[in-house]
């Protein structure tokens, strides 16, 4: 990947850190422009008009093109690396690791995070912030069933699955 590329997001959020990671781990030059999140930099009608989910990550492309969504844009900044693979079925595993980082994992793990701590553990979430403990324990049972018999998440080598699930 030689063309130049943009990406917005707050550096706090676990799913931007992997857009990150990935870009330094591959040495990919880039432009970060950073967001607060919590003061509503991604509902400015700018940032709206680039990608009407309001949400962070956004990766532009030079082209002008725009793909949001953490684990997209780190399989498509991945592409011809050795973060993914050649072989389908590794492939399939390391797709399978992000969908559960984004549907088992994340939901709970990164929402209590961001309770706890962005939010400063405000007595009025307590109800909401309990309500995540039992699915987080459950990926991280999971993922720990999965490290204790496996190095990696996905074939034999570290790929954007062990990022996807470490941000």
């Known amino acids: 990947m030689t063309a130049r590329i943009e990406a917005y997001g707050d550096s706090i959020s676990g799913n931007c850190y992997k857009v990150q990671l990935v870009c330094a ?3 990919l030059e880039h432009v970060w422009h950073e967001l607060n999140l919590l003061k509503g930099d991604a ?6 008009a680039m990608n009407p ?11 002008g093109r725009l793909l949001p969504e953490s684990n997209a844009i780190i399989y498509y900044l991945a592409q011809e690396s050795a973060l993914v693979s050649d072989d389908p079925y590794t492939m399939a595993q390391i797709l ?6 984004q549907y088992s994992h994340e939901p709970y793990i990164a929402g209590a995070r961001f309770i706890k701590i962005y939010l400063g553990n405000p007595p009025e979430k307590q109800d909401e912030l ?5 699915g987080g324990y459950k990926a991280l049972k999971v993922m720990n ?10 074939g034999k080598r570290y790929s954007i699955a062990d ?3 470490y941000a």
């Open 25 to 27: 781990q591959l040495g």
């Open 43 to 48: 509902r400015t009608d700018e940032f709206l």
């Open 53 to 63: 989910n309001g949400k962070t990550p956004l990766l532009k492309l030079a082209d």
């Open 96 to 101: 399978s690791w992000m969908f559960f980082e």
């Open 130 to 134: 309990e309500s995540k403990y039992p």
């Open 145 to 154: 069933q999965h490290v204790e018999k496996n190095d990696f998440f996905a």
């Open 163 to 165: 990022m996807a699930l």
